[in-house]
């Protein structure tokens, strides 16, 4: 039976071996995944090796065959693992903030700067399209904790743009695997130095998570994104 790896697992893991963890998630999300990524690896250099067969020039494109093959495997096999990572860490408290701070270029994440005893939280993101406002948990909830959060932010960010968002798979939810994407897509407004101006700014509000009373809840321990395999 393939055990479900953790993040940290992961990490600890040596580069051989994580791909093979990574890998074993891969084939038990989608048992179609791993023939794909072989067989268009397979496939291309086939193709290549064929043609140059026919042309005369087998030693050329051999080779190069090789190559786009490698490479198209190994894009495949990028899209599936990064697939399974989001699936291992969907459901998870803290997933989206995990996915939040694996994002590239200039943001700033501060995880759970609002929530409740329930453990429904809001983290926040800054960079050039301005403050967004990122919540997991019961929707409900987190569209009051969001709306608290936004009128404290607004205390501090006059005129800049904030955006909310709540991830999930409800109705008007962002599914995990997609949030990077639309954070990422949001039209920046705000030069450089406005973001280090806001960031100052918003590091004078205290957060407002209230941590439950008693032992945590089993899971409850913020995953880590995994890196993306090439």
Avoid: C
Avoid at 52 to 63: N, S
Avoid at 85 to 90: G, L, R
Avoid at 197 to 215: I, V
């Amino acid at each position: 039976m393939v055990d479900q790896y953790s993040a940290e697992d992961l990490e600890k893991a040596g580069r051989f071996k994580q791909i093979r963890m990574v890998a074993k998630l891969v084939n038990r999300q989608d048992k179609r995944a791993l023939p794909m990524v072989f067989g268009s690896a397979v496939g291309i250099i086939v193709v290549f090796v064929v043609i140059g067969l026919l042309t005369g020039l087998v030693a050329l494109l051999a080779p190069l065959g090789v190559l786009l093959g490698v490479m198209a495997g190994m894009i495949l096999f990028g899209r599936f693992a990064q697939r399974a990572q989001y699936s291992a860490i969907d459901g998870q408290l803290g997933a989206a903030a995990a996915v939040l701070q694996s994002m590239r270029g200039d943001w700033t994440v501060t995880p759970a700067v609002n929530g409740n005893r329930t453990m429904d939280v809001v983290h926040r993101v800054v960079g050039k399209p301005g403050v967004i406002l990122v919540g997991e948990g019961v929707p409900a909830r987190v569209a009051t904790l969001i709306a608290a959060e936004r009128k404290k932010t607004e205390r501090v960010a006059h005129g800049v743009p904030i955006h909310e968002f709540q991830v999930g798979s409800g109705e008007g939810q962002i599914p995990v695997s997609k949030l990077q994407r639309k954070v990422m897509t949001l039209r920046g407004t705000l030069k450089p130095a406005a973001v280090s101006d806001l960031n100052y700014r918003l590091k004078a509000l205290q957060p407002s998570m209230q941590m439950p009373k008693g032992p945590m809840p089993k899971g409850a321990r913020m995953p880590k994104m995994p890196k993306q395999q090439r």
